[in-house]
């Protein structure tokens, strides 16, 4: 068989609302969105970037592929990824990447090139030839993996696009900017080539950079997540106040992604675009752990079964339902792992449960309250979802040396 050539395209907190809306002027994703498969309701496995890939490349939770944190982060020898599954089919397979992603986490393995750059090296920028060139030098059929940096804070938005016409927030404009750089590179593939548009995790945006938001998160981090103190009722009274009418979802004191498993932080989109691929959107629940056996379902390559996987196929979309979506917040900010949390998202509830504290619950009624800030009582609810939070495997604790890496991509 003919196989497609695949552009993995993974825009480091790219948020599902982002994508097909009015926040940013991106005509070029929005056209994807609009051509292609488009999934409007997946949920990322974390919020944070390193677990989130590695559900992306093994169709796996955290619990069955060993990548537990930006730090507990290297994959399980016996987990096979996306990228050996196609490389073992014939496929070019090739990996531009940043941020936390570094070689020793094992999310290389699979791929012929693994190009690891700094965070200040962006499409926007002198490297899209560099990309271009790699890009152009594959043989077909190839699959292609970009993780790009441009929206991740500190967001640095060019020149050019630092207009309130390309949207109102730094974090759209340099979207804005980064939609041109990705039409300029599409337009070098090969006709038959699909294009897999992703965001790992999403990001708070409304309310950065003011005092007050400063300081209270400063208080917050201090009393909760150091001193271990359950601050969550005065934190909902204070986001009920600020919250009443935010421009798209988001939380007064949020000001990145890794602290929570909000749906604002957590819904990331998912497109697929190119020869042969209806204009489809799927609004079915489904999980980033089902990209990887979609993936290889639109490329014709099997998988033996062995070891199993927690995803299942997108394809054919007509035949898509809910799916349980099981959430993370595992980020560095959290301080340590005594104040991560775990989500089930399911039947239009989500149950949060903080496993390493002596906290209560929580659980969300979405259909009544999709901004998540007023928990509700349903025990028999609440029962039903935590059985279907994932076993956890063999843990050996090993942590990756990347403090330093991490303190210059901006993680505290």
């Known amino acids: 068989m003919t196989r497609p050539n695949l552009l993995f395209v993974c825009v480091d907190c790219l948020r599902s609302d982002f994508v097909g809306t009015e926040h940013a002027d991106t005509p070029f994703i929005d056209g994807l969105?609009?051509?292609?498969?488009?999934?409007?309701?997946?949920?990322?496995?974390?919020?944070?970037?390193?677990?989130?890939?590695?559900?992306?490349?093994?169709?796996?939770?955290s619990e069955h592929n060993g990548v537990y944190s930006l730090e507990e982060a290297r994959l399980d020898e016996?987990?096979?990824?996306?990228?050996?599954?196609?490389?073992?089919?014939?496929?070019?397979?090739?990996?531009?990447?940043?941020?936390?992603?570094?070689?020793?986490?094992?999310?290389?393995?699979?791929?012929?090139r693994y190009a690891y750059r700094d965070r200040r090296e962006e499409l926007v920028g002198d490297w899209f030839a560099e990309a271009a060139d790699t890009v152009d030098a594959l043989a077909e059929p190839f699959f292609c993996y970009l993780h790009l940096w441009e929206i991740h804070d500190p967001v640095r938005v060019p020149a050019e696009y630092d207009d309130s016409e390309y949207g109102t927030y730094p974090y759209s404009r340099a979207l804005a900017a980064l939609d041109r750089s990705l039409e300029a590179l599409r337009d070098r593939l090969p006709e038959?080539?699909?294009?897999?548009?992703?965001?790992?995790?999403?990001?708070?945006?409304?309310?950065?950079g003011g005092y007050l938001h400063r300081a209270a998160r400063l208080l917050r981090a201090g009393v909760r997540y150091g001193l271990g103190i359950d601050t969550r009722a005065l934190e909902r009274?204070?986001?009920?106040?600020?919250?009443?009418?935010?421009?798209?979802?988001?939380?007064?004191?949020?000001?990145?992604?890794?602290e929570t498993v909000f749906d604002f932080v957590a819904n990331v989109p998912?497109?697929?675009?190119?020869?042969?691929?209806?204009?489809?959107?799927?609004?079915?629940q489904v999980r980033q752990v089902d990209v990887m056996p979609t993936l290889l379902?639109?490329?014709?390559?099997?998988?033996?079964?062995?070891?199993?996987i927690d995803g299942e196929s997108l394809l054919p979309p007509d035949g898509v339902t809910d799916r349980d979506a099981y959430i993370r917040a595992c980020g560095k900010s959290l301080l340590r792992e005594?104040?991560?949390?775990?989500?089930?998202?399911?039947?239009?509830?989500?149950y949060v449960e903080y496993p390493d504290r002596d906290w209560r619950d929580e659980l969300y009624g979405l259909d009544?309250?999709?901004?998540?800030?007023?928990?509700?009582?349903?025990?028999?609810?609440?029962?039903?979802?935590?059985?279907?939070?994932?076993?956890?495997?063999?843990?050996?604790?090993?942590?990756l040396a990347i403090d330093g890496l991490l303190e210059d991509l901006g993680y505290r």
């Open 338 to 350: 005594k104040n991560w949390q775990r989500a089930v998202r399911a039947g239009g509830y989500k």
């Open 237 to 258: 009274r204070l986001k009920r106040r600020f919250d009443r009418d935010p421009p798209f979802p988001d939380h007064f004191m949020e000001s990145g992604h890794g």
């Open 297 to 308: 379902d639109l490329a014709g390559v099997e998988r033996d079964g062995d070891p199993p």
């Open 368 to 399: 009544t309250d999709p901004l998540e800030l007023d928990p509700i009582e349903a025990d028999r609810v609440a029962t039903r979802l935590r059985s279907r939070i994932p076993e956890e495997g063999t843990r050996d604790g090993e942590r």
């Open 78 to 112: 016996s987990v096979p990824t996306l990228a050996e599954h196609l490389s073992a089919a014939g496929y070019d397979t090739a990996a531009l990447v940043t941020g936390p992603l570094v070689a020793d986490t094992g999310l290389d393995r699979g791929f012929d």
């Open 192 to 208: 038959d080539t699909v294009v897999a548009l992703h965001g790992d995790h999403g990001e708070a945006i409304a309310y950065r």
């Open 33 to 61: 969105a609009e051509v292609g498969l488009t999934c409007t309701d997946m949920f990322a496995t974390a919020t944070t970037t390193t677990p989130c890939v590695a559900s992306v490349m093994t169709g796996a939770y």
């Open 270 to 284: 998912f497109v697929l675009a190119g020869a042969g691929i209806d204009s489809t959107t799927v609004d079915a």
